[in-house]
């Protein structure tokens, strides 16, 4: 069944955990929508995941419509969010209007936006949400302000720092969104958040009391190497099963052990007269 807005907002009512994993390409869509996975985020990451930037600031919103769409083509039951990219939105709510309406009408399929900021951002949020976009705020610590905070550090921590998410997420709650990311925050602020809030709020690097959680899925398939961030679970060693295949295919090819008969079309090949000829 395709989720909704209506049917992710059960879930929170019914007390059942939502999953969300980022993604961006067709084919680990499909695995992901076919594994059951409830919403999948084409999130901006892919500047460092799929393009190899050190953070998400370069991705372009013409880029995040080509992946998006890709994604969206996969995604029978999952809902599907695209990230609004840097300076994208910042400007104005007109700006941001626009460019959430883009996604939209040319990424066909996605089901909602996701815009970082609180307080500072809750005019553009209100915008698109009038215009009937359902939108995912993101807060804590959000990437595309790495420079401000000095590295990907957790945010919120001690009482003033706290105060300050808890009136971002109370700000994009009032403004319209639907769901709130919260991202590397400590665990009983996440908490009183999502006990305050009505709206559907997803963990990442949070702890356990969110409504959901999201993970980058090349971290949770151990893909990126050796680095991996405290809030990370390597569920599979994917990365290493690949590395894998990838050196026994080369030693094969180089030792010509591939391709075998079974793998050659031998079924209407020219004659030996043929060959005779043109040899
Ligand atoms: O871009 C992204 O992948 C995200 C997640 C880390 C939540 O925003």
Known sequence: MKQTVKTLEKMKAEGRKISQLTCYDYTTASIMDRAGVDMILVGDSLAMTMQGYNDTLPITLDEMIIYGRSVARACKNAFVVVDLPFMS????????????????????????VKIEGGVNIAPQIKAITD?????????????????????????????????????????????????????????????????????????????????????????????????????????????????????????????????EEKHTYTDGDCSDEFIKTHS
């Open 89 to 112: 939105y910042q400007i104005s709510k007109e700006q941001a209007l626009e460019s959430a309406g883009r996604i939209m009408k040319e990424a066909t399929g996605v089901n909602a």
């Open 131 to 259: 215009a009937g976009i359902p939108v995912v705020a993101h807060i804590g610590m959000t990437p595309q302000s790495v420079n401000a905070f000095g590295g990907f550090k957790v945010q919120g921590k001690g009482d003033a720092n706290a105060e300050r998410v808890l009136k971002d997420a109370l700000a994009v709650q009032e403004a319209g969104a639907f769901a709130v990311t919260l991202e590397c925050i400590p665990p009983r602020l996440a908490e009183l958040i999502t006990k305050k809030l009505h709206i559907i709020t997803i963990g990442i690097g949070a702890g356990s009391k969110c409504d959901g959680q999201v993970l980058v899925y090349q971290d949770m398939l151990a893909m990126g190497g050796d680095f991996c961030p405290k809030f990370v679970k390597r569920f599979a060693n994917i990365g290493q099963d690949m590395e894998n295949a990838f050196s026994e295919y080369k030693k094969a090819v180089s030792e010509g052990t591939f391709p």
